[in-house]
Nanobody, 123 residues
Framework: VQLQAFGGGLVQAGDSLRLSCAAS????????MGWFRQAPGKEREFVAA????????KYTDSVEGRFTISRDNAKNTVYLQMDSLKPEDTAIYYC?????????????????WGQGTQVTVSS
């Protein structure tokens, strides 16, 4: 599975962005999909994930209520709607695909990664 994330940009605090992750190759319908982010000087951290069926969703506490993950298996695409953005959301955002058997909110649960898209939120 090859993943490409896009939709990042420079916005002001309180604005919204929608990230997309387009997959090529095998369909993503059998994979759980996740979004991670990495700020300068920090470890890559979990942001949100959605199960293969779409019935289970998990967010990290800091984005709960502001971000929404969704998937469209027919388009082989996963989305991350980010509202009420804060400067601390500034990071490179990565999408990832993984076997549903493995843990949903850890990096080791994902075998395939996109190249990342930069999100910068100014105060």
């Amino acid at each position: 599975v090859q993943l490409q994330a896009f939709g990042g940009g420079l916005v002001q605090a309180g604005d919204s962005l929608r990230l997309s992750c387009a997959a090529s190759g095998p369909t993503i319908s059998s994979y759980k999909m996740g979004w991670f982010r990495q700020a300068p000087g920090k470890e890559r951290e979990f942001v949100a994930a959605i199960s293969a069926s779409g019935n289970f969703i998990k967010y990290t506490d800091s984005v709960e209520g502001r971000f929404t993950i969704s998937r469209d298996n027919a388009k082989n695409t996963v989305y991350l709607q980010m509202d009420s953005l804060k400067p601390e959301d500034t990071a490179i955002y990565y999408c990832a695909a993984g076997d549903p058997m493995f843990v949903i909110n850890l990096r080791r649960g994902y075998a395939y990664w996109g190249q990342g898209t930069q999100v910068t939120v100014s105060s």
